[in-house]
């Protein structure tokens, strides 16, 4: 499909292939390249040696968007308006569709017509027939994935005729799929032969993380990674994995949790050397830390399937070591609780009464308080009181025998 505009850029030729690649010119030498998806285009600009992002939307034949200097992502001040003066049909003819066939022309009709809608209901209605026409199939294809809501279909009914032609003529289709589910890995693979402007824009999500990784904003390779690039981990892709459970470790917040994700990657790729380095060099340096052999242990296993003699040989050190001082921190620990029971034996010693009787009167020898006060610790023999019975005016009353004073003072110092 061609579009003619004219606005503030002048007169501007727009052409655009069924699969949304859109190339473009403008004023005398001018270029647009990029996709035309939605109505909306989002590429690169060139002209004069100058280059630079836009986009732009196309509604009720108003074109209206933003440019910008650069092919770095940024913000895009500057506008581009204009209007839709011209349209033509497919600029090449659809090779290998039978045009007599009145249903192959209804579907093609209405895929250039933009009427995703009705494609998929007519193809539907009719599969038996227009599902043998590979051409037709491709609009079908790609009416689901413009239509939108049907990834999930759009993905199993390629998968199907791929089976069926024996073709990969839908890998770029296969692309948006895999962006879509964030299995960013598999998309760079799909867009690399397909679609560069798309190739570019998911090569920038890794080159963005490799940056923060290399800049050592290790939460933000953290937060990066957990956000965008946790599915695209694969055989090509392992080093989004080794950078985020390197950026776990070195948060000493996270670092068992570096261990954790470690172990997980290792199941799924058990034989990937830098996994297994990165889960001994962990599990050894965690465990050496807290004295955990199991942990130094661990370690020491993967030194051993890696045959690293080096650390094999001083992981067997490390354990030695960490064994003498479990050994170490065991007695120290059998030390306190002994003298804890000692503390406490003392002072519950302390805070014990003993009773005597003289003239018929009862009381604590230490307190000078009278049994009815034995289920009470005692205040006064911390405090070093001697209780006797003396006779004070006219009666007789307990009297400590060491500072002079009476009951009421038992819970102060006797000196």
Same mark, same amino acid.
């Given at each position: 499909m061609k579009q003619i505009f004219t606005g503030?850029?002048?007169?501007?030729?727009?052409?655009?292939?069924?699969?949304?690649?859109?190339?473009?010119?403008?004023?005398?030498?001018?270029?647009?390249?990029?996709?035309?998806?939605?109505?909306?285009?989002?590429?690169?600009?060139?002209?004069?040696?100058?280059?630079?992002?836009?986009?732009?939307?196309?509604?009720?034949?108003?074109?209206?968007?933003?440019?910008?200097?650069?092919?770095?992502?940024?913000?895009?001040?500057? =506008?581009?308006?204009?209007?839709?003066?011209?349209?033509?049909?497919?600029?090449?003819?659809?090779?290998?569709?039978?045009?007599?066939?009145?249903?192959?022309? #209804?579907?093609?009709?209405?895929?250039?017509?933009?009427?995703?809608?009705?494609v998929i209901s007519l193809f539907s209605e009719n599969e038996t027939?227009?599902?043998?026409?590979?051409?037709?199939?491709?609009?079908?294809?790609?009416?689901?994935?413009?239509?939108?809501?049907?990834?999930?279909?759009?993905?199993?009914?390629?998968?199907?005729?791929?089976?069926?032609?024996?073709?990969?003529?839908?890998?770029?289709?296969?692309?948006?799929?895999?962006?879509?589910?964030?299995?960013?890995?598999?998309?760079?693979?799909?867009?690399?032969?397909?679609?560069?402007?798309?190739?570019?824009?998911?090569?920038?999500?890794?080159?963005?993380?490799?940056?923060?990784?290399?800049?050592?904003?290790?939460?933000?390779?953290? =937060?990066?990674?957990?956000?965008?690039?946790?599915?695209?981990?694969?055989?090509?892709?392992?080093?989004?994995?080794?950078?985020?459970?390197?950026?776990?470790?070195?948060?000493?917040?996270?670092?068992?949790?570096?261990?954790? #994700?470690?172990?997980?990657?290792?199941?799924?790729?058990?034989?990937?050397?830098?996994?297994?380095?990165?889960?001994?060099?962990?599990?050894?340096?965690?465990?050496?830390?807290?004295?955990?052999?199991?942990?130094?242990?661990?370690?020491?296993?993967?030194?051993?399937?890696?045959?690293?003699?080096?650390?094999?040989?001083?992981?067997?050190?490390?354990?030695?070591?960490?064994?003498?001082?479990? =050994?170490?921190?065991?007695?120290?620990?059998?030390?306190?609780?002994?003298?804890?029971?000692?503390?406490?034996?003392?002072?519950?010693?302390?805070?014990?009464?003993?009773?005597?009787?003289?003239?018929?009167?009862?009381?604590?020898?230490?307190?000078?308080?009278?049994?009815?006060?034995?289920?009470?610790?005692?205040?006064?023999?911390?405090?070093?009181?001697?209780?006797?019975?003396?006779?004070?005016?006219?009666?007789?009353?307990?009297?400590?025998?060491?500072?002079?004073?009476?009951?009421?003072?038992?819970?102060?110092?006797?000196?």
């Amino acid at each position: 499909m061609k579009q003619i505009f004219t606005g503030n850029f002048g007169t501007m030729e727009l052409i655009i292939d069924d699969e949304g690649n859109a190339m473009g010119k403008y004023q005398k030498a001018a270029t647009l390249e990029g996709t035309y998806i939605y109505n909306t285009f989002n590429g690169k600009w060139a002209n004069k040696g100058m280059s630079g992002l836009v986009t732009f939307t196309v509604i009720d034949g108003k074109l209206s968007g933003n440019w910008k200097k650069g092919e770095e992502p940024g913000p895009m001040k500057s =506008k581009w308006k204009g209007d839709l003066v011209a349209q033509e049909g497919e600029t090449t003819p659809v090779e290998n569709t039978t045009v007599e066939n009145p249903l192959k022309t #209804k579907v093609m009709e209405l895929y250039e017509s933009e009427k995703y809608a009705e494609v998929i209901s007519l193809f539907s209605e009719n599969e038996t027939e227009l599902g043998e026409d590979e051409d037709i199939v491709h609009k079908f294809l790609f009416s689901m994935w413009f239509y939108g809501g049907l990834e999930e279909e759009t993905y199993a009914k390629i998968r199907c005729f791929e089976d069926k032609f024996q073709t990969n003529r839908w890998l770029k289709l296969k692309g948006y799929y895999y962006d879509y589910k964030q299995w960013y890995d598999l998309a760079l693979n799909a867009f690399k032969d397909t679609s560069e402007v798309f190739y570019e824009n998911v090569k920038k999500k890794f080159d963005s993380y490799d940056v923060l990784y290399k800049e050592e904003k290790y939460k933000e390779v953290v =937060k990066y990674f957990e956000s965008e690039l946790r599915l695209s981990v694969s055989l090509e892709t392992f080093n989004i994995a080794e950078y985020y459970c390197e950026a776990l470790y070195m948060d000493s917040d996270t670092e068992r949790k570096a261990l954790e #994700k470690i172990r997980d990657f290792r199941e799924s790729y058990p034989d990937h050397e830098a996994f297994i380095k990165q889960n001994g060099r962990f599990a050894f340096y965690i465990g050496r830390e807290k004295l955990d052999l199991e942990l130094i242990e661990e370690g020491l296993a993967c030194f051993k399937k890696l045959k690293d003699e080096r650390n094999i040989a001083k992981t067997k050190e490390v354990i030695s070591e960490t064994k003498n001082k479990i =050994k170490e921190k065991a007695n120290a620990e059998k030390r306190k609780q002994r003298e804890q029971a000692a503390s406490e034996k003392k002072e519950a010693k302390l805070k014990q009464h003993r009773f005597k009787s003289s003239k018929g009167k009862t009381f604590c020898q230490f307190c000078a308080r009278d049994n009815d006060f034995a289920s009470y610790d005692c205040e006064g023999r911390r405090h070093g009181h001697n209780f006797v019975l003396m006779k004070e005016d006219g009666s007789f009353k307990p009297i400590c025998n060491k500072c002079g004073y009476g009951y009421n003072f038992a819970e102060y110092s006797c000196n």
